[in-house]
Protein backbone atom coordinates (compact mmCIF):
# COMPACT_ATOMS: atom_id res chain seq x y z
CA UNK A 1 0.00 0.00 0.00
CA UNK A 2 1.00 3.57 -0.57
CA UNK A 3 0.40 6.52 2.36
CA UNK A 4 -1.23 9.62 1.05
CA UNK A 5 -1.51 13.21 2.09
CA UNK A 6 -3.61 16.09 0.55
CA UNK A 7 -2.84 19.48 -0.02
CA UNK A 8 -4.47 22.70 -1.29
CA UNK A 9 -7.86 22.70 -0.10
CA UNK A 10 -9.06 25.84 1.19
CA UNK A 11 -11.91 29.09 0.92
CA UNK A 12 -12.63 30.18 -2.33
CA UNK A 13 -15.73 32.28 -3.68
CA UNK A 14 -17.81 30.93 -6.06
CA UNK A 15 -16.44 30.79 -9.77
CA UNK A 16 -12.85 30.75 -8.29
CA UNK A 17 -10.24 27.62 -8.76
CA UNK A 18 -8.25 25.50 -6.38
CA UNK A 19 -5.55 22.89 -7.44
CA UNK A 20 -5.57 20.36 -5.38
CA UNK A 21 -2.74 17.62 -4.81
CA UNK A 22 -2.31 13.97 -3.25
CA UNK A 23 1.47 12.92 -2.21
CA UNK A 24 2.27 9.36 -2.39
CA UNK A 25 5.00 7.32 -0.51
CA UNK A 26 6.22 4.28 -1.86
CA UNK A 27 8.27 3.33 -4.94
CA UNK A 28 5.30 1.50 -6.39
CA UNK A 29 3.26 4.58 -7.44
CA UNK A 30 3.27 4.36 -10.79
CA UNK A 31 1.56 1.08 -10.79
CA UNK A 32 -1.63 2.25 -8.69
CA UNK A 33 -4.37 3.99 -10.14
CA UNK A 34 -5.77 7.21 -8.27
CA UNK A 35 -9.09 8.21 -7.92
CA UNK A 36 -10.78 11.75 -6.07
CA UNK A 37 -13.62 11.30 -3.46
CA UNK A 38 -15.45 13.64 -1.93
CA UNK A 39 -17.77 13.87 1.59
CA UNK A 40 -19.85 16.51 2.43
CA UNK A 41 -21.87 16.76 5.75
CA UNK A 42 -24.17 15.11 6.36
CA UNK A 43 -24.11 13.36 2.96
CA UNK A 44 -22.30 10.14 1.73
CA UNK A 45 -18.67 9.93 0.33
CA UNK A 46 -19.18 10.12 -3.40
CA UNK A 47 -16.83 9.78 -6.40
CA UNK A 48 -15.32 12.50 -7.75
CA UNK A 49 -12.72 11.32 -10.58
CA UNK A 50 -10.41 8.60 -11.76
CA UNK A 51 -7.36 8.18 -13.36
CA UNK A 52 -5.47 5.25 -14.66
CA UNK A 53 -1.35 4.52 -13.46
CA UNK A 54 -0.33 5.07 -17.17
CA UNK A 55 -2.46 8.38 -17.25
CA UNK A 56 -3.67 7.65 -20.53
CA UNK A 57 -7.41 7.07 -19.04
CA UNK A 58 -10.13 9.95 -16.73
CA UNK A 59 -13.40 9.33 -15.64
CA UNK A 60 -15.33 11.80 -14.10
CA UNK A 61 -18.36 12.28 -12.19
CA UNK A 62 -21.21 14.10 -14.26
CA UNK A 63 -21.31 17.02 -11.79
CA UNK A 64 -18.02 17.77 -12.14
CA UNK A 65 -16.99 16.93 -15.97
CA UNK A 66 -15.97 20.28 -18.01
CA UNK A 67 -14.73 22.01 -14.63
CA UNK A 68 -12.22 19.58 -13.04
CA UNK A 69 -9.64 17.30 -14.08
CA UNK A 70 -7.43 14.51 -12.87
CA UNK A 71 -3.73 14.59 -13.54
CA UNK A 72 -0.80 12.80 -12.20
CA UNK A 73 2.50 13.21 -12.34
CA UNK A 74 4.58 9.53 -11.35
CA UNK A 75 8.00 11.23 -11.55
CA UNK A 76 7.12 13.31 -8.59
CA UNK A 77 4.69 10.24 -7.05
CA UNK A 78 1.45 12.90 -7.09
CA UNK A 79 -1.76 13.02 -8.65
CA UNK A 80 -3.58 16.81 -8.78
CA UNK A 81 -7.24 17.74 -8.95
CA UNK A 82 -7.72 20.88 -11.18
CA UNK A 83 -11.21 22.23 -9.70
CA UNK A 84 -12.16 25.69 -12.03
CA UNK A 85 -15.73 27.10 -11.78
CA UNK A 86 -16.49 26.04 -8.18
CA UNK A 87 -20.07 26.08 -6.49
CA UNK A 88 -21.23 26.32 -3.38
CA UNK A 89 -22.60 22.71 -4.08
CA UNK A 90 -18.86 21.79 -4.21
CA UNK A 91 -17.69 21.99 -0.56
CA UNK A 92 -16.69 19.05 0.81
CA UNK A 93 -13.75 17.17 2.64
CA UNK A 94 -11.92 16.00 -0.93
CA UNK A 95 -9.92 12.65 -0.17
CA UNK A 96 -7.77 10.84 -2.15
CA UNK A 97 -7.02 6.91 -2.82
CA UNK A 98 -5.14 4.65 -4.35
CA UNK A 99 -5.64 1.08 -5.48
CA UNK A 100 -3.63 -1.44 -7.72
CA UNK A 101 -4.93 -1.60 -11.16
CA UNK A 102 -3.69 -2.95 -14.34
CA UNK A 103 -2.25 -0.52 -16.78
CA UNK A 104 -4.97 0.97 -18.60
CA UNK A 105 -7.58 0.82 -16.08
CA UNK A 106 -9.68 3.27 -14.41
CA UNK A 107 -11.33 2.45 -10.44
CA UNK A 108 -14.23 4.43 -9.58
CA UNK A 109 -15.51 2.08 -6.47
CA UNK A 110 -15.01 2.86 -3.40
CA UNK A 111 -14.05 -0.61 -2.27
CA UNK A 112 -11.34 -0.49 -5.01
CA UNK A 113 -9.40 1.37 -3.59
CA UNK A 114 -7.13 0.01 -0.81
CA UNK A 115 -5.04 3.44 0.82
CA UNK A 116 -7.10 6.66 1.38
CA UNK A 117 -5.82 10.45 2.70
CA UNK A 118 -7.42 11.78 5.35
CA UNK A 119 -8.79 14.24 3.17
CA UNK A 120 -8.62 18.08 2.61
CA UNK A 121 -11.28 20.77 3.36
CA UNK A 122 -12.86 22.96 0.23
CA UNK A 123 -15.43 25.17 0.99
CA UNK A 124 -17.03 27.48 -1.82
CA UNK A 125 -19.16 31.02 -0.61
CA UNK A 126 -21.58 32.28 -2.68
Do not use: H
Amino acid sequence: QVQLVESGGGLVQAGGSLRLSCAASGRTFSSYAMGWFRQAPGKEREFVAAISWSADFTYYADFVKGRFTISRDNAKNTVYLQMNSLKPEDTAVYLCAAGWAPPYTVLRKESDFGSWGQGTQVTVSS
